[in-house]
């Protein structure tokens, strides 16, 4: 699980896509077309808005975002003026190359490497 501390900052893709996380839970991103996985035609590639991440996942295989959770694997992006299919979601995971995330609308989806973002001032330790 990434820490909140963790994801503030500025995310990048090899793909041009930039994606903004501040600590007051806001975030601005653009490009993310660029980025995003399963993205649909009305979707804006630039938007601002909100982060929250979600709890664990419960017996019943549910889960919901909320702004007291301070880490996790997943976060809900968001966005006042996005149409409502425009939901995205990211999950946050760790390879070798340190914390990347994944934007989709749907987190059974997977990124190649050009869409994944990961932390523009570097790895993390």
Same mark, same amino acid.
């Given at each position: ?5 963790? !994801?503030?900052?500025t ?11 501040? #600590? ?15 993205? !649909?035609a $009305? @979707?804006?590639?630039?938007l601002?808005? %909100? ?6 996942? $419960? ?7 909320? &702004? ?12 006042? &003026? #996005?149409?409502?299919? @425009? #939901?995205?979601? #990211?999950q946050? %995971? ?6 990347? !995330? @994944? !934007?989709?609308?749907? *987190?059974?989806?997977? @990124?190649?490497?050009?869409?994944? *973002?990961?932390? $523009? ?5």
């Amino acid at each position: 699980m990434i820490t909140e501390a963790g !994801l503030t900052g500025t995310w990048v893709s090899d793909g041009g896509a930039r994606i903004r996380f501040a #600590a007051d839970r806001t975030m601005s991103g653009s490009g993310l077309d660029k980025a995003l996985v399963g993205v !649909l035609a $009305d @979707c804006p590639v630039s938007l601002s808005g %909100r982060w929250s991440f979600h709890s664990p996942v $419960d017996r019943q295989g549910g889960r919901y975002a909320d &702004d007291t959770f301070t880490k996790g694997e997943t976060l809900t992006l968001s966005t006042g &003026d #996005a149409p409502a299919d @425009c #939901a995205w979601e #990211a999950q946050v %995971r760790r390879d070798q190359q340190g914390w990347n !995330l @994944c !934007l989709t609308p749907d *987190l059974d989806s997977l @990124c190649g490497a050009t869409e994944l *973002l990961r932390r $523009d001032e570097g790895r993390l330790p």
